[in-house]
């Protein structure tokens, strides 16, 4: 049978994409990819890039009262909310269209439309266009999910922030995942007056114990309001604003409730459950190794399958599904040992397991230490950063590592390369310190602080 495309790629985010562009160049498949919003995803668009140009900018406060510490005659001024959102929208405007020619360079052809799927082997663009298709790879992400309750719809998402046509001087974050603390304090270093409710124990659940206390600790000490426990009940419209009415009956009043408490697959109205394609109790899509549903013909990789919901992991997954399908290179992407960063202030960086879940796995020492770093120990902060290895007592490998502090998210890509590899604790010893560098605690912690 002769198909109109080899492949046609549903969603053009960064998984999308890449599995798009392998399958082109480098597999000779002729490829269509749609996409119903803007180019480059979650990630590029309304994730990732942006979020993290936030921080950036959300440091420089901090940078400049170090800077008057070390004799520099500087001031802060005001931040320009309209100058930088201009240049961050020029900023997404050229990735996208970078992401754009990617794929015409490869060979992809795009539409600019919603597709959705007719049967295993035909898809259908929202012009109503139909064609006729090999292989549908199904690469849509996620989306931000609100819950509704009374005023529900008073609350934008992590979609809308970039957006605001003015900085608020009040807001509530809700949630407790590295989202809502990432913003929580993206926007309390640009000046806005935060608080943070959250319904758990402690914010950054799934990460080691002791990293996200002493971030919690931090974002407290910075002036973030952190309240564990705490849900919204109900949001009213006022005068002065958004009124939330939290589930210990405290009332106060924000300009802008931004809600991150979750994010759901994008799979409605994709046609995926007529056809017999298995959906699991997430809404996510259920494939297997090689990123195959149920049918034999529709493949998912990335976000929508909630497997690990982080881009590069979308990357590799595509690429692996292009390298196996069209390149004739039998590719299971690696979802063992994969670092993460949460760009929090301070930042967290974590590979491998925490010590809680290390103690469960057996006989454990753990390494760490907790100190002032020099550059801000010379500024007068009282900021700490913590080092820390979850060791294996029998094997000596590390099977964990969790940095909190400055560049965090750096240093974590470095040191997972070690962990990857399966360094033991004295493959660490033996590698002399840079000095004098914060990183160098990881070469030169010798004795446990605690054993299981």
Known sequence: MTFDYDLFVIGGGSGGVRAARI????????????????????????????????????????????????GW????????????RGKLEAELDRLEAAYRNTLKNAGVTIFDHRAVVVDPHRVRLADGQE?????????????????????????????????????????????????ASEFACILNGLGVEV??????????????DEARGQVANQMAANGISIHCGTAIERLTKVAGGICAIATDGTEA???????????NPNVAGLGLEALGVKIGRKGEIVVDEWSQTSVPSIYAVGDVTDRINLTPVA???????????????????????????????PELGSIGLSEEAARDAGPVEIYATSFRPMRSLFAGRQDKVLMKLVVCADTRRVLGCHIVGPN??????LAAIAVKMGATKEDFDRTVAVHPTMSEELVTMRKPVRTF
């Open 253 to 263: 009043e924000f300009d802008v409730v931004l809600y991150a408490t979750g994010r």
């Open 73 to 84: 005659d500087v001031q802060a001024g005001p931040l320009d909310w309209p100058k930088f």
């Open 408 to 413: 965090a998210g750096e240093m974590i890509q």
């Open 195 to 208: 608080k943070q409710y959250y319904r758990g124990a402690q914010i950054l659940r799934g990460f080691d």
């Open 315 to 345: 990357i590799r997954e595509g690429h692996a599904f292009a390298d196996t399908v069209f390149r004739g290179v039998p590719t299971k992407a690696d979802h063992e040992l994969v670092a993460s960063a949460v760009f929090t202030q």
């Open 131 to 179: 064609f006729s298709v090999k292989h549908i790879l199904i690469a849509t992400g996620g989306r931000p999910f609100v819950p509704e309750f009374p005023g529900s719809d008073l609350a934008i998402t992590s979609n809308e922030i970039f957006h605001l046509q003015t900085l608020p001087k009040r807001a509530l974050i809700v949630g407790g995942g590295y989202i």
């Open 23 to 70: 399958a082109s160049a480098e597999g000779g498949a002729k490829v269509a990819l749609a996409e119903e919003s803007r180019m480059g995803g979650t990630c590029v668009i309304r994730g990732c890039v942006p979020k993290k140009l936030m921080v950036f900018a959300s440091e420089y406060p901090e940078m400049m009262a170090d800077a008057q510490a070390y």
